[in-house]
């Protein structure tokens, strides 16, 4: 599914076929940085093998994927393929969670400058867009930067024990 230069969402299964068409979009189009943003990810379908394919595609050494959330419980239990993924690419994952003086939701937000803008502007009635648009990316890059300024490091791709 091609995404269309600006198109609205307006339910649930056409945000999760709107991240299924980025992520494509991005993985076809090299893009060289992505932003995942989300409170948890628990409504993503980042556990679509196709989803997992496409990033696999597209994860190389000179890229980054930059992915913030409050908690990352939902993406271990819901997620496991993605989070296999993560493992094998953590050289160009990067995970981070508010630090504690973050009192807001997060928003829900797919980033790949210069390809796709993907955001959910109210949850509870799955109302957002996907645009194309410089304009769209400049101004979710801003607002994510500002976010990350108050970022620690989160869900690590390995733990060691003893």
């Known amino acids: 599914m091609n995404l269309p230069l600006?198109?609205?969402?307006?339910t649930r299964a056409q945000f999760q076929a709107a991240v299924r068409?980025?992520?494509?979009?991005?993985?076809?189009?090299g893009a060289r940085e992505i932003w995942l943003c989300d409170e948890?990810?628990?409504?993503?379908?980042?556990?679509?093998?196709l989803v997992v394919e496409h990033l696999a595609q597209?994860?190389?050494a000179h890229r980054r994927c930059n992915v913030l959330a409050s908690h990352y419980d939902s993406i271990q239990r819901q997620h496991p393929r993605w989070v296999h993924w993560r493992r094998?690419?953590?050289?160009?994952?990067?995970?981070?969670?508010?630090?504690?003086?973050?009192?807001?939701?997060l928003p829900c937000v797919l980033?790949?400058?210069?390809c796709v803008t993907l955001r959910l502007v109210d949850r509870e009635r799955w109302r957002g867009s996907v645009s194309t648009e410089l304009?769209?990316?400049?101004?979710?890059r801003e607002r994510l930067d500002v976010l990350l300024q108050?970022?620690?490091?989160?869900?690590?791709?390995?733990?060691?024990?003893l």
């Not at 600006?6 to 307006?10: H, M, P, Q, S, T």
């Not at 050289?91 to 003086?101: F, N």
């Not at 980033?111 to 210069?114: E, F, S, V």
């Not at 108050?150 to 024990?161: C, I, W």
Request: with cysteine; charged share 20%; aromatic share 6%.
């Open 135 to 140: 304009a769209d990316a400049v101004r979710e």
């Open 150 to 161: 108050r970022t620690v490091e989160a869900f690590p791709s390995s733990t060691l024990g």
């Open 40 to 49: 948890d990810f628990a409504d993503w379908p980042l556990n679509d093998p």
């Open 6 to 10: 600006n198109g609205l969402i307006e």
């Open 111 to 114: 980033l790949a400058p210069g």
């Open 88 to 105: 094998q690419r953590s050289h160009v994952v990067q995970c981070r969670a508010p630090d504690e003086s973050h009192v807001n939701p």
């Open 58 to 60: 597209w994860a190389s």
């Open 21 to 29: 068409s980025a992520i494509a979009q991005i993985a076809s189009a």
